[in-house]
């Protein structure tokens, strides 16, 4: 099997640093020291384009910039890229998301995907106005992606849910094709959703075995729908020539962080609701207890996995880190889990797209991991990235 490659876009600014921010993050609390301008997120996308990726994440929540319209914008600077668009069922309504949807993808054919995500936080949903509880925000998303579903079939639909009224709805436009739906959620509330809807179930990065479980539960649940679902994975990485270099990296990062601003970004984030986040930040909880967590590799918590990230970043709060071998081996792990496509991101976004795309691409590509991409495209290179392995 191959699988598929997407790279994430820091609409929130980016850093040499660990940049606070994430899902469960008060809007203004992500700090950074390189603006996310439409120039600057156009040379990530780019470079993605080149080294063969599928899409690019575009994040949604009050600690970012909006995601359709940073999609609309970049479309234009790239030729094939495709745009992971997240957004959230209920802040606008399913005709015009479903109508957003097919323009953009009557004006990019191919180059738009979504990223459906019900929301774990409730403080940051009642300021966008939506105050329905976690599990009711669930309900909610299922009544809404089976009214966009039917609108892209071609539909005219008429719907008089708990949630979500529509009298005769229908598009001008259909997609073609129709956008492909990501879908993550943890809790139990999720899996039916996901299991209807999602034509991709999307997981934070747990340890292999934890990931497994959860592949071979949404697989059953989707099974019993009469449907198949494929399965991704978000994930920083921290990709060098060598093991010792990455890991150097690592206890950089970490060395900029203090106690202080640890326990501060810890507290936002336990508030969250989301049972994704709950699992991330248990993945270091010890390691807070005991004050073990400035040591970069106290937190490996299973092979090349480091949950440094998480200690201030909400959502994904895992990384990938080692040689380029060392990541593509675990690419590899995952992929026999049940991974079919990896979502990337480090810091800062540029640079280490370049570390994991001159690095560990061709490895992929050896292996008969990843074919996308022209193999005859002049190397794209940065001056310190080596040509080992």
């Given at each position: 099997m191959t699988v598929k490659l997407h790279w994430f876009l820091?609409?929130?600014?980016?850093?040499?640093?660990?940049?606070?921010?994430?899902?469960?993050?008060?809007?203004?609390?992500?700090?950074?020291?390189?603006?996310?301008?439409?120039?600057?997120?156009?040379?990530?996308?780019?470079?993605?384009?080149?080294?063969?990726?599928?899409?690019?994440?575009?994040?949604?929540?009050?600690?970012?910039?909006?995601?359709?319209?940073?999609?609309?914008?970049?479309?234009?600077?790239?030729?094939?890229?495709?745009?992971?668009?997240?957004?959230?069922?209920?802040?606008?309504?399913?005709?015009?998301?479903?109508?957003?949807?097919?323009?953009?993808?009557?004006?990019?054919?191919?180059?738009?995907?979504?990223?459906?995500?019900?929301?774990?936080?409730?403080?940051?949903?009642?300021?966008?106005?939506?105050?329905?509880?976690?599990?009711?925000?669930?309900?909610?998303?299922?009544?809404?992606?089976?009214?966009?579903?039917?609108?892209?079939?071609?539909?005219?639909?008429?719907?008089?849910?708990?949630?979500?009224?529509?009298?005769?709805?229908?598009?001008?436009?259909?997609?073609?094709?129709?956008?492909?739906?990501?879908?993550?959620?943890?809790?139990?509330?999720?899996?039916p959703v996901a299991a209807r809807h999602a034509d991709v179930y999307l997981t934070w990065g747990e340890p292999p075995e934890a990931v497994r479980e959860k592949v071979e539960w949404i697989r059953k649940e989707a099974a019993d729908e009469g449907r198949t679902v494929r399965f991704g994975i978000r994930l920083h990485t921290i990709s060098r020539d060598t093991t010792d270099e990455a890991w150097a990296q690592a206890d950089r990062l970490i060395g900029a962080l203090d106690e202080d601003t640890v326990a501060a970004a810890q507290a936002g984030l336990s508030r969250s609701q989301s049972e994704g986040q709950r699992r991330m930040r248990a993945l270091h909880e010890a390691n807070r207890a005991d004050g073990s967590w400035s040591n970069a590799r106290s937190l490996e918590v299973a092979p090349n996995l480091w949950a440094g990230v998480g200690l201030v970043r909400g959502g994904a709060g895992t990384a990938l880190v080692g040689s380029h071998t060392d990541v593509a081996d675990r690419i590899a792990e995952y992929a026999e889990v049940g991974i079919d496509e990896f979502i990337f991101s480090g810091y800062p976004h540029l640079e280490e797209l370049f570390w994991f795309g001159e690095g560990v691409v061709p490895i992929l590509r050896e292996r008969g991991l990843f074919d996308a991409g022209r193999l005859d495209a002049a190397p794209a290179s940065i001056p310190f990235v080596g040509s080992a392995r």
């Open positions: 820091p609409t929130y600014g980016d850093s040499r640093h660990i940049v606070g921010g994430g899902h469960g993050t008060p809007a203004g609390a992500a700090h950074s020291d390189r603006d996310a301008s439409i120039d600057y997120l156009a040379s990530i996308v780019r470079a993605a384009e080149t080294f063969g990726f599928t899409g690019a994440l575009i994040p949604t929540g009050a600690w970012c910039e909006d995601a359709f319209v940073t999609a609309a914008l970049l479309a234009r600077e790239t030729t094939s890229l495709a745009f992971l668009v997240a957004f959230r069922p209920g802040l606008v309504s399913p005709t015009l998301s479903a109508q957003m949807a097919a323009t953009f993808a009557r004006h990019a054919p191919g180059r738009i995907l979504l990223n459906v995500v019900v929301g774990g936080e409730a403080h940051e949903q009642r300021a966008f106005g939506d105050h329905l509880d976690k599990d009711a925000r669930y309900e909610r998303c299922d009544e809404f992606l089976d009214v966009v579903r039917r609108l892209w079939a071609g539909e005219t639909v008429t719907k008089d849910g708990t949630h979500i009224t529509v009298e005769e709805a229908s598009l001008a436009t259909l997609p073609n094709p129709v956008p492909p739906l990501y879908f993550g959620g943890s809790s139990a509330a999720a899996g």
